[in-house]
């Protein structure tokens, strides 16, 4: 096997290309009375409550594009008190009819009116996470593949929603230890969440501790050092590439209501298959040339069983969950059946139905990884168990990135595995000087080692080294 190095004119072609800023939007949250100058914080829109008017002329006066957080119960008799303000951000459950109302009303070009996803979890390792088998309750060992609280999941589901809008994550965070409440965040805690919304195309609202905006206020050497690596951060983000690129599935997850099914989703995308949500009406005329693999987890019928059935006619396969029969491929003989799930020849694909509800969706989303099998999985990654991967495509489809998220916030080598042969494999990450990788092609695969990838990192690979 020959291991491929990228010359260095080829790295220097790479490097100056670029793609118009599409930017995402990470809203600090600041709540004391208080505003550091723009130019101290090096950032150009902060969010304030409503409830603190002095914060919110300070920092309209000091320059910034300010974003007034407004409470949902208070919404309908809000006015602002300035008219240079940038946006509204509505704090607490709001239909979107209300959003427009509030646009409507204020009527202020430019004007910005957002709602929030408030479902969101504060993204962490959970450590010595607790099972139940068998009706005993079990805690995992430290060699088992630790349970990772992440938002990849609700973000996917709130896509499929509303594709043209990206959705605003707010979570709190919540501390471990009582010394936690106290100190709040540490650095890592900022950072993950920071690169994990700009890794799966989402915006953040990300409130600042008590104690870190006074230290900023007074100009604390650590707390300093501190935002210039949440800033380097808020800046390698602010490319917002997942809005520019397609995401890559060939997994389909066919669900009307998908929050009802989130940990189905949720540990799909933790063992890293590359899952889009699928609305049970969109499946007739739908193309599926990407897809290699159906999860329906709604009963089908009519157009839609039909169209299900011509995916597998073509080869695909096809898991059925939480349905009854009959179906058309029940006249045949079953290639195999055990006391979880049957299975039927369809054409060159095939038809799995599981027999009985999804009691552990963990253990369901390793068997489909190893149903879809190793060569048909877009992105593999070894010794990486607290690494989520996000893959794209350009539109035209000559690259792919890769973002990566490390959420053990550790340094450590990691071994990837992308479908595609490609000549060029450029990685960088916030705060250091873009690499290009050595990579191997192997059955199809482009494989490559991240040498040392702390929280957030992105991985190009392309046939050409042009703008």
């Known amino acids: 096997m020959t291991k491929h190095t990228p010359s260095v004119a080829a790295f220097l072609l790479f490097c100056v290309c670029g793609v118009p800023p599409v930017h995402a939007d990470v809203l600090v949250r600041w709540d004391q009375p208080r505003v550091p100058s723009r130019e101290s914080l090096g950032i150009s829109s902060l969010l304030i409550p409503a409830a603190n008017p002095e914060a919110v002329r300070e920092a309209i006066n000091r320059g910034y594009n300010v974003y007034v957080e407004v409470e949902a119960a208070q919404l309908a008799g809000f006015a602002p008190t300035s008219e240079r303000i940038a946006g509204v951000v509505v704090n607490g459950a709001v239909s979107e009819e209300q959003l427009a109302q509030v646009r409507e009303r204020l009527s202020s070009p430019g004007l910005r009116v957002l709602g929030q996803e408030e479902r969101g979890k504060w993204p962490h390792i959970r450590l010595n996470w607790v099972t139940k088998r068998n009706d005993v309750l079990q805690v995992s060992s430290r060699t088992a593949q630790p349970w990772i609280e992440n938002n990849a999941a609700l973000l996917r589901i709130a896509h499929a929603?509303?594709?043209?809008?990206?959705?605003?994550?707010?979570?709190?965070?919540?501390?471990?230890?009582?010394?936690?409440?106290?100190?709040?965040?540490?650095?890592?805690?900022?950072?993950?969440?920071?690169?994990?919304?700009?890794?799966?195309?989402?915006?953040?609202?990300?409130?600042?501790?008590?104690?870190?905006?006074?230290?900023?206020?007074?100009?604390?050497?650590?707390?300093?050092?501190?935002?210039?690596?949440?800033?380097?951060?808020?800046?390698?983000?602010?490319?917002?590439?997942?809005?520019?690129?397609?995401?890559?599935?060939?997994?389909?997850?066919?669900?009307?209501?998908?929050?009802?099914?989130?940990?189905?989703?949720?540990?799909?995308?933790?063992?890293?298959?590359?899952?889009?949500?699928?609305?049970?009406?969109?499946l007739p005329g739908r193309d599926f040339a990407s897809f290699q693999l159906l999860i329906v987890l709604d009963q089908p019928g009519g157009e839609q069983l039909q169209s299900l059935s011509e995916f597998a006619q073509k080869g695909g396969t096809v898991v059925l969950a939480n349905t009854k029969g009959p179906f058309p491929w029940h006249g045949g003989t079953p290639l195999s059946r055990t006391e979880q799930q049957v299975s039927y020849r369809v054409g060159?694909?095939?038809?799995?139905?599981?027999?009985?509800?999804?009691?552990?969706?963990?253990?369901?989303?390793?068997?489909?990884?190893?149903?879809?099998?190793?060569?048909?999985?877009?992105?593999?990654?070894?010794?990486?168990?607290?690494?989520?991967?996000?893959?794209?495509?350009?539109?035209?489809?000559?690259?792919?990135?890769?973002?990566?998220?490390?959420?053990?916030?550790?340094?450590?080598?990691?071994?990837?595995?992308?479908?595609g042969t490609f000549s060029l494999v450029h990685y960088e990450t916030p705060g250091q000087e873009p690499v290009l990788l050595p990579y191997q092609h192997r059955e199809g695969y482009t494989e490559f080692v991240v040498p040392a990838l702390r929280i957030g990192g992105r991985v190009f690979l392309s046939d050409e080294a042009g703008f």
Do not use: C
């Open 161 to 282: 929603g509303t594709p043209a809008t990206t959705p605003l994550l707010r979570y709190p965070w919540r501390p471990i230890t009582l010394a936690d409440a106290d100190e709040g965040p540490a650095l890592e805690n900022y950072l993950v969440a920071i690169a994990e919304t700009g890794s799966f195309g989402g915006d953040l609202v990300l409130p600042l501790h008590e104690g870190f905006q006074k230290a900023l206020l007074f100009g604390r050497p650590a707390a300093r050092a501190g935002w210039n690596e949440i800033r380097r951060y808020l800046e390698f983000y602010a490319w917002n590439l997942p809005r520019q690129y397609r995401a890559m599935a060939n997994v389909g997850v066919v669900a009307g209501e998908p929050m009802t099914h989130f940990e189905i989703l949720n540990l799909l995308l933790r063992h890293n298959l590359s899952a889009e949500v699928i609305a049970p009406g969109s």
């Open 348 to 419: 060159d694909g095939r038809v799995v139905e599981v027999l009985g509800p999804i009691v552990d969706p963990n253990v369901f989303a390793l068997e489909m990884r190893q149903l879809l099998g190793p060569d048909k999985r877009l992105v593999d990654i070894w010794n990486g168990i607290t690494v989520l991967a996000a893959p794209y495509q350009e539109p035209d489809g000559k690259s792919v990135l890769v973002s990566i998220l490390n959420y053990a916030h550790e340094p450590l080598p990691v071994q990837l595995r992308v479908r």
